[in-house]
Nanobody, 128 residues
Framework: QVQLVESGGGLVQAGGSLRLSCAAS????????VGWFRQAPGKEREFVAH????????YHADSVKGRFTISRDRAKNTVYLQMNSLKPEDTAVYSC?????????????????????WGQGTQVTVSS
């Protein structure tokens, strides 16, 4: 089992920045994929970005490419999501998730059903 705890959410003005953290505990991450997803009220869950724990390869959704960056610190067992140039439409609950599978294409891991472990989420609110 992998336990995930997100932190770093909050209220920020449009154009501002936030850095979310996702701390993993329990089973050691080895070749998992760790992703960030978000869900705004009344909308479906949306893929944001993922990172392959072993090699550090990243993949970002088009909607955040150039503004958000996913990274990981293996020593701290933590994945980060640096969010810059935030927009009101980025307002959502952001959740991190870890896969239990290995391999697969970047797009394969852009849907939530590929992830076995989820954190509780952290609220990000961007004011205009």
């Amino acid at each position: 089992q992998v336990q995930l705890v997100e932190s770093g959410g909050g209220l920020v003005q449009a154009g501002g920045s936030l850095r979310l953290s996702c701390a993993a505990s329990g089973r050691t991450l080895v070749d998992n994929v760790v992703g960030w997803f978000r869900q705004a009220p009344g909308k479906e869950r949306e893929f944001v970005a993922h990172i392959r724990w072993a090699i550090g390869g990243t993949y970002h959704a088009d909607s955040v490419k150039g503004r958000f960056t996913i990274s990981r610190d293996r020593a701290k067992n933590t994945v980060y999501l640096q969010m810059n140039s935030l927009k009101p439409e980025d307002t959502a609950v952001y959740s991190c998730a870890a896969s239990s599978s290995r391999g697969g294409s970047n797009s394969y891991y852009s849907t939530g059903d590929k992830y076995a472990y989820w954190g509780q989420g952290t609220q990000v609110t961007v004011s205009s």
